[in-house]
């Protein structure tokens, strides 16, 4: 049951710091939804960092690992917004910005997790 509450008080901050997010970040003159963008990023650099101090050494306790791992960076990043966001740009026939904004999130993502990794690494 622990398991779970920590779970849960991570997942509730993370997903109130993306709701921020979204909320100043994404520009309802450009349809660009810059908030869900960075939350996704940011969430995919820290968890390339939390997964890597805890692969690395007992610095991170495996209930550190639910609270910021599973907890806040799950609630923090949001593929359903993502792949909601994407279904926005395909029916408005904004074409361009669905290409570029899907292929940024996932080359910026996945990259933001191994650099994490990798500085942890060598830190």
């Known amino acids: 049951m ?14 109130v710091l993306r709701f ?3 909320k100043y970040l994404n520009s309802p003159a450009s349809g660009i939804p810059y908030g869900t963008f960075v939350a996704n990023i940011f ?3 820290l968890i390339g960092i939390i997964l890597g101090m805890a692969a690395k050494s ?3 306790s495996q209930q550190h690992t639910l609270l910021l791992a599973t907890g806040f960076c799950g609630g923090f990043t949001t593929f359903s917004t993502f792949a909601y966001e994407n279904h926005i ?8 910005t669905l290409f570029l904004y899907t292929i940024a999130s996932f080359i910026i993502g996945f990259s933001a997790v191994f ?4 500085v942890v690494k060598y830190i």
């Open 58 to 60: 007992e610095a991170i």
């Open 89 to 96: 740009f395909l029916k408005s026939g904004d074409f361009m």
């Open 43 to 45: 969430g995919s650099l």
């Open 115 to 118: 650099l994490g990794m990798y």
């Open 2 to 15: 622990k398991q779970v509450f920590l779970v849960f008080i991570g997942g509730g901050f993370g997903s």
């Open 20 to 22: 921020l997010l979204s």
